[in-house]
């Protein structure tokens, strides 16, 4: 079964809009951690936003926000007053437990800004 | 700081053909990946280290693929014989501890297999 869900293979936004990404998990361990990473056309992987399961926050890190909504296993990208340099892959990633556990992707969005 | 180094960037070889990269992690991480990443997916992990030891390498190909990490640093990945299917994007990461659930992995750049 697929543990990430990324429903969206692509995105087309206007300069200055924001973006919401969508990404949905499946998991039966209590404690997890959720990732969100971009691709750009380089190639490397950049970090962009953490969430942990007991967070009782949405996580918050410059113009990127994660809307977690536990109930729903929804874990969605929220990126505001989109730039042209934000048109890249995202891939949403799950770590679930303690020790040595992998992280585990989804199949990305790439999302393309206008301008 | 200096990141995780890749190295080839890109490499072209005919099936069959054995093929290694090389990967050099961020100074004093414990635990290095190596992820397969083909067209339009994911990545995939294949094979985690922690120092020199393997943690998972579950989805890793032994028939064709190897690893080994010496001394708990450089690592390198290798494919004898190359098929195909293997045309993919290999990309090094590496984390500083022993991968707890908040931490977070520093890629490299990748190396790009194309397979003729």
């Known amino acids: 079964a697929q543990k990430i869900t990324q429903t969206q293979p692509g995105m087309f936004v206007q300069e200055k809009e924001a973006v919401t990404l969508d990404c949905t998990y499946d998991t039966s361990d209590p404690s997890y951690g959720l990732f969100w990473y971009k691709q750009p056309s380089s190639g490397e992987m950049i970090f962009l936003i953490y969430?942990?399961?007991?967070?009782?926050q949405n996580a918050t890190e410059g113009r990127y926000s994660l809307n977690f909504q536990k109930a729903r296993k929804s874990a969605n990208l929220v990126i505001s007053a989109s730039q042209l340099g934000d048109s890249a892959m995202y891939f949403c990633a799950m770590r679930e437990g303690r020790g040595a556990q992998k992280l585990v992707f989804g199949q990305g969005t790439r999302l393309t800004i206008n301008p | 700081e200096a990141g995780v180094a890749q190295s080839p960037r890109y490499k072209i070889i005919e099936k069959r053909q054995s093929v290694a990269f090389w990967c050099n992690p961020i100074s004093g991480h414990a635990t290095l990946y190596w992820y397969q990443q083909i067209l339009g997916q994911g990545p995939k992990l294949l094979i985690q280290?922690?120092?020199?030891?393997?943690?998972?390498d579950s989805q890793l190909p032994k028939d064709r693929f190897s690893a080994e990490r010496l001394k708990g640093v450089d690592s390198t990945l290798k494919i004898q014989p190359a098929k195909l299917e293997d045309s993919a994007v290999y990309l090094c990461?590496?984390?500083?501890?022993?991968?707890?659930?908040?931490?977070?992995?520093?890629f490299g750049s990748g190396t790009q297999l194309s397979v003729l």
């Open positions: 280290f922690q120092n020199n030891g393997v943690v998972d």
């Open positions: 969430q942990g399961s007991y967070d009782q």
């Open positions: 990461a590496s984390s500083a501890t022993t991968g707890y659930k908040h931490e977070k992995l520093f």
